[in-house]
């Protein structure tokens, strides 16, 4: 048994780096397409293009098992979707910056007089002496 692992070995360690550049692909993929979704207006329509291209493009690789080919496409698709990527963190810095409404980020606070008191506890048996 160890020795037909040894033998195969090599073949395995190819098909696991296969299986993960094709995982890796279809989770950009999802996530590429979810952006999409979520940030419409994100997107100008020249670049959409190009992204849906590189989508389907990688979609098309992924149905072989040609890994130099994957991680190509996988590439391409990280390129043309990274304008996209760069406009929705600029936005989300922009408005993490702008203060909320009513001008300062206030504390609340308690307007109410606050007193230290002493306490002492008495038990139920304390009680019917």
């Known amino acids: 048994m160890e ?3 040894e033998l195969h070995a090599e073949e395995d360690k190819k098909l696991r780096e296969l299986v993960d550049v094709k ?3 279809e989770g950009m993929i999802h996530s590429i397409k979810k952006t999409m979704t979520d940030h419409p207006d994100k997107v100008e329509k020249d670049e959409k293009e190009k ?5 389907s493009d990688l979609e098309e690789s992924l149905k072989s098992d040609n890994k130099d080919d994957i991680e190509a496409k996988n590439k391409i698709l990280a ?18 910056a702008q203060p909320k409404k009513g001008g300062k980020n206030k504390e609340k606070t308690v307007d109410a007089e606050v007193v230290d008191a002493e ?4 038990k139920k048996d ?3 002496k």
């Open 3 to 5: 020795d037909d692992a």
């Open 79 to 96: 390129e043309a979707s990274q304008k996209l990527g760069e406009k929705i963190h600029a936005d989300q810095q922009a408005s993490e």
């Open 51 to 55: 992204i849906e291209k590189a989508i």
């Open 23 to 25: 995982n890796l692909s």
């Open 119 to 122: 306490f002492e506890e008495v």
């Open 126 to 128: 304390d009680k019917k």
